[in-house]
């Protein structure tokens, strides 16, 4: 078996139904991969992309340069740009422990529980009931 060079850190991040495998290698200068497409070209809008590079730009969280490849399943480009978000910061603490005040203070860490609620039976959707009828 080969051995490779190069260490990675890997976490994961949920958000709905996207799931996010996340990887950090330390580089010379940062670059975003998901689903093997540079971060621009897989998340259509800017603010998907602010999104994502928001725990990077982190103050006082002595962040350095990394090269981030992400794996992403299921949802939607927002839940599925706020999975990575969540996975990088797992992984940037799971590297350096000192970090987790900076970030866990910024709001990055926490994972957001809302998902959608079950249809049930006899009504339209999750709560929106047929109308009421007399007769």
Avoid: C
């Avoid at 990077?56 to 740009?81: M, N, P, R, W």
């Avoid at 005040?101 to 047929?130: H, M, Y």
Wanted: hydrophobic share 35%.
């Amino acid at each position: 078996m080969a051995t490779t060079s190069t260490r990675y850190i890997e976490a994961i991040g949920r958000r709905k139904t996207s799931t996010a495998r996340v990887r950090l290698t330390p580089a010379k200068e940062t670059t975003i991969i998901v689903n093997d497409k540079k971060l621009t070209d897989y998340f259509p809008h800017v603010s998907l992309h602010k999104d994502v590079q928001s725990v990077l730009d982190t103050k006082d969280a002595g962040i350095e340069h990394y090269t981030i490849t992400a794996k992403v399943l299921g949802g939607g480009t927002s839940s599925q740009a706020e999975a990575i978000r969540l996975g990088i910061a797992r992984a940037l603490v799971k590297e350096k422990a000192d970090r987790r005040i900076e970030l866990k203070k910024a709001g990055f860490l926490k994972r957001d529980p809302r998902s959608v609620e079950r249809k049930k039976f006899g009504l339209l959707k999750a709560r929106k009931r047929p109308a009421w009828s007399k007769r």
